[in-house]
């Protein structure tokens, strides 16, 4: 009879173990990017939770809740047309540059207007184009 109750405790403390160690938003949220492991900098808009997962993991077990946000598979990945995947430090704004002067390779003189030659008289018709 101790055997029989000792393999239940085993079997009942390993499925409370694995339960919470496998989170909804670990095993189905797909790879966590480095957008969802980054922490936003001050001002920027905080990163959004997956409800879907959240919801699962107090449905289910609740402890699964810790590894979902320790693994940050519970935020939900960088939208496509959003910025940069790692936010960073916040860049103090510079004076706008002076405008660059073309860089000359060779002094150039400047080119005298040329000559108009006038166009050409018609050509005569030959005796082929004559019609009869």
Same mark, same amino acid.
């Given at each position: 009879?101790?055997?029989?109750?000792?393999?239940v405790l085993s079997v009942a403390a390993a499925s409370v173990l694995t339960?919470?160690?496998?989170?909804?938003?670990?095993?189905?949220?797909?790879?966590?990017?480095?957008?969802?492991?980054?922490?936003?900098?001050?001002?920027?808009?905080?990163?959004?939770?997956?409800?879907?997962?959240?919801?699962?993991?107090?449905?289910?077990?609740?402890?699964?809740?810790?590894?979902?946000?320790?693994t940050s598979a519970i935020y939900k990945p960088q939208p496509r047309?959003?910025?940069?995947? +790692? *936010? &960073? /430090?916040? $860049?103090? !704004?510079? =004076?706008?540059? #002076?405008?660059?002067? @073309?860089? %000359?390779? +060779? *002094? &150039? /003189?400047? $080119?005298? !207007?040329? =000559?108009?030659? #006038?166009?050409?008289? @018609?050509? %005569?018709?030959? *005796?082929?184009?004559?019609?009869?």
């Amino acid at each position: 009879m101790k055997t029989f109750k000792k393999l239940v405790l085993s079997v009942a403390a390993a499925s409370v173990l694995t339960s919470s160690l496998s989170s909804c938003a670990t095993l189905f949220g797909g790879r966590v990017t480095a957008y969802q492991k980054t922490t936003p900098a001050p001002g920027q808009p905080s990163r959004e939770i997956r409800v879907g997962a959240l919801v699962a993991d107090l449905l289910l077990f609740w402890p699964s809740l810790a590894v979902d946000f320790a693994t940050s598979a519970i935020y939900k990945p960088q939208p496509r047309a959003a910025a940069p995947a +790692a *936010p &960073t /430090a916040a $860049v103090a !704004p510079t =004076a706008p540059s #002076a405008p660059v002067a @073309p860089t %000359a390779t +060779a *002094p &150039t /003189a400047p $080119v005298a !207007p040329t =000559a108009t030659v #006038a166009p050409a008289p @018609p050509a %005569a018709p030959s *005796p082929k184009d004559k019609r009869h």
